[in-house]
Structures are given as structure tokens and as C-alpha cells.
């Protein structure tokens, strides 16, 4: 790829941006207001706003290896922080995609040097559902499950971190796990039942407010 091409194509953006709206930069610079933020996988192939179909400003993004979201990772922490408490975001919304590099390489055994702690995140999913992984014979169809296992835990962790609890007791804010088809361009409800799933550990995992 030319990159010289990539500033050529930013100044017809922004020609086709003024032509449309002449107030469109001064607008977008006075602040976001998302209701969305999107966890997803870093994969080039699966570009948030565009399989949505919406706009600048619109969507709060963050995107890793695999669409994870370890309780150590400060990146995601941060991102989940900011878009609860101060962008005060209506959904949370984790997609990953079949046929993640990531979660193909989870199910491999080889050492892949400083990728081996994020993918590890990955194996415990799997541990975790091993008896329903194993289950499957189809190598093909237990990584599409894999995957979709993946965004379960993701979501779940979401809902492990005190701004998400206490966003869920003070307003509506609702969880959604989605899967992208990279095969037929779909996007796919996982229709994640939250209720039953929590059910059994949120005694673990609650966190309240501490009175002093
Ligand atoms: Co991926």
C-alpha cells in the first residue's frame, strides 16, 4: 500500500465531509456522545463502524488481540471506566469474529513468546467449557464455539468491574455479545441470557458500594 495514498484519501474525506455539512469538524470538536462502546478484535478485517454502518462519534471503540478484556489489562480497564462513568454509555457491546487468529492460536500448543499471558486468557475459556469444546468433533465448528464462548467470558467480565455493577444499579446499561461472520459479512446476536448465566456467581463476583 502507497501510504502517501492514505493522505490523499483523508483530504477527499474531509472535502466530502464540508461539502455535505460545512460545520461538521466544528461540530464534532466541541465532544463525543456515544451510547455505544465496542470491544472487538484488532483483526483488520473486522472494522467496527463500518460492519455497523455508523458515524464518527457515535460509537466509543476499543479493540485487542482476540476482543479480550482481562481484569489486569489497564488499557481496557481504563476504556471500560471512561466510557461508564464519563461517556455514561447505554450499552456495552463485545463482538468477536470467526476465524480469530487469536483464538485459533489458543487452541494451538505453541510458544508464541510475549503472546503467551494474552492468549493464556483464552485457554481458561476453554478449560473453563472444556467439556462442551471437546464435545464437538468438527475441528471447524468448535472454534466458531470457541469463539462464541470467548465473548461470553469477555461479556462476563465486563460485568465483573464495580462501574459496570454500579452503572447497573443506578441506570440502564445493558451487555450485548455479538459474533461477526467474516464469511458472509453478517453480525450475529449471541443473545447472551445474562440472568441464568450470573446467576450462580454473582455472589462472587458482586461488589458493593463501601459505607465509611
Ligand atoms: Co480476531
Known sequence: MDIKRIFKNNESWV???????????????????PDILYIGCSDSRVSAEELMGVAPGEVFVHRNIANMVPNTDLSA?????????????????????????????????????????WLRNIRDV???????????????????????????????????????????????ITIHGWVFDIHSGKLIDLNIDFIKLLENIMEIYRLDDVKE
Open 15 to 33: 472535502q466530502k465531509k464540508l461539502d455535505l455539512q460545512p460545520d461538521y469538524f466544528s461540530t464534532m470538536s466541541q465532544g463525543q456522545n
Open 77 to 117: 480497564m481504563s476504556v471500560i471506566n471512561y466510557a461508564v462513568a464519563h461517556l455514561k454509555v447505554k450499552h456495552i457491546v463485545v463482538c468477536g469474529h470467526y476465524y480469530c487468529g487469536g483464538v485459533q492460536a489458543a487452541m494451538k500448543s505453541g510458544d508464541l513468546g510475549i503472546l503467551n499471558p
Open 126 to 172: 476453554y478449560r473453563t467449557h472444556k467439556d462442551e469444546l471437546n464435545a464437538i468433533e468438527n475441528e471447524e465448528e468448535r472454534y466458531k464455539r470457541l469463539v462464541e464462548l470467548n465473548v461470553e467470558e469477555q461479556c462476563i467480565n465486563v460485568i465483573k468491574t464495580a462501574e459496570v455493577q454500579k452503572a447497573q444499579r443506578e441506570r440502564n
